[in-house]
Each structure stands twice: as structure tokens, then as C-alpha cells.
């Protein structure tokens, strides 16, 4: 007999017990409860990323002193700290700084479509970007921030900003998101959150005090 023919025949059955009955409640009800708690500790979880991430890209902005891979590397342990994260296996985050060049004949604005932000150098070696992510996760370069012209906010020519990216792996409490009821051989009935969830931040902040500079040895 499959489970499907003893399901249809279970449901036309006319006779009961109110003590079986609350037992099938009781776990149909400790189900929702655990699924809630779930999707509710997710979306917290959620926030606190986001959070910390615009505290670190505040920290950035009011930065008068010239940063660089230790300082990004130093600032994730801020990150680290206000998520709980247990590090590079859990977390990372990818400081940029970019500029919309100004010209004597091209005053435009990046708008991301007509013209776009340019990475900037590196003000203390030739050659290098001014950009840096943790846990072997990979700079920019000039290409892979032109795929990102649809996310950067409209810059006035000779104006400047840092991106701060973030990225947080969430496991959730209950692993009973990546299991799923099989009835006649379909997958119908899924509960909770899939395992490893992506979370992340892509934040853009212009400096508060002079441009923020970039030294490869700070």
C-alpha cells in the first residue's frame, strides 16, 4: 500500500480519538512554531548584518587618516564583533574607492549609463587599486565595477565615495529547511529555511571630512 492510498483512506475514515487527534495538532503546531522562530531569527539576523555594515561604512566616512588592507582587515573584527560571525568561514567584507573623473572637457555626472565611476589608484603605489576584500575574496577591477553601474547612486563630477560590501553565511537554528515530505514519490511539503543563506550589503557613502586616501601599507 503507498502512502498516498493510505493517506485517502486514513482522510474517509469516520472514527476517532480526541487524544490521537491532539497528538497529530501538537506536532503540526510544534512544526509552525519552530518555522516562525525560524524566518523570524533569519530576518533579525538580517538587520544586524545590515546594520553593521553601515556602522562600518560610517566608521570609513569619517576616516581622515589613509586606510588600506590592514585597516580593512582591522575594521572586520568591528564587523565580526557586532554580528557574532566566526570569521573568514562565516564572513567578509570588500572596501572600494572610486571617483566620477572630472575633466576640462567632461563635467558630466556618472549616472552609471552615460558615463561611469573609475576606480581609483592607489596614492602611495603606482599601479595598484584602491581596493581590498577579506577571506581570498577578490578586488575590483575596472570591468567587475562597470556590472556594478546599476547599483551606485548618481556621483557630480570630482566627487568621490567608498564601497563597503558585506557578506554573511546564515545557518538556520531548526536544519529542517533543506528536508521535504515525499508523497507518491513528489517532494510537496518543504519546512524552514534552506541551509548556508547568503546574506549580503552593498553600501555607498561619500567621505565627510577630505577624500579618503589609500596607502597599500595601512
Known amino acids: 500500500m503507498t502512502t498516498l492510498r493510505f493517506l485517502r483512506r486514513f482522510l474517509k475514515q469516520s472514527r476517532g480519538s480526541a487524544v490521537i487527534e491532539g497528538l497529530f495538532g501538537s506536532v503540526l503546531l510544534l512544526g509552525w512554531f519552530m518555522t516562525a522562530y525560524q524566518i523570524y531569527d533569519a530576518f533579525r539576523m538580517r538587520a544586524v548584518v545590515s546594520r ?13 587618516d589613509p586606510i588600506g588592507p590592514a585597516y580593512v582587515a582591522g575594521i572586520k ?3 565580526d564583533a ?11 567584507i570588500r572596501v572600494t574607492l572610486i571617483s566620477c573623473v572630472e575633466t576640462e572637457t567632461d563635467a558630466r555626472a556618472c549616472d552609471g549609463t552615460n558615463k561611469l565611476v573609475t576606480l581609483r589608484s592607489s596614492d602611495s603605489t603606482a599601479g595598484s587599486i584602491a581596493s581590498f576584500a577579506t577571506g581570498g575574496h577578490a578586488a575590483y577591477t575596472q570591468s567587475t565595477l562597470d ?42 511539503v518543504e519546512m524552514g529555511l534552506k541551509s548556508n543563506l547568503q546574506f549580503g550589503e552593498f553600501v555607498v557613502t561619500r567621505p565627510r571630512g577630505p577624500r579618503t586616501k589609500w596607502f597599500d601599507s595601512n
Not at 557586532?82 to 567578509?92: E, I, K, L
Open 147 to 188: 556590472a556594478k553601474a546599476n547599483v551606485i547612486p548618481m556621483m557630480a563630477a570630482g566627487d568621490s565615495a567608498a564601497i563597503v560590501e558585506a557578506g554573511y553565511l546564515y545557518s538556520p537554528i531548526f536544519n529542517i529547511g533543506d528536508k521535504a515530505l515525499s508523497l507518491g514519490g513528489n517532494n510537496t
Open 52 to 64: 553593521a555594515t553601515y556602522t562600518v561604512a560610517d566608521l570609513i566616512s569619517r576616516e581622515r
Open 77 to 79: 573584527t568591528i564587523f
Open 82 to 92: 557586532a554580528t557574532r560571525s566566526r570569521g573568514d568561514a562565516q564572513s567578509w
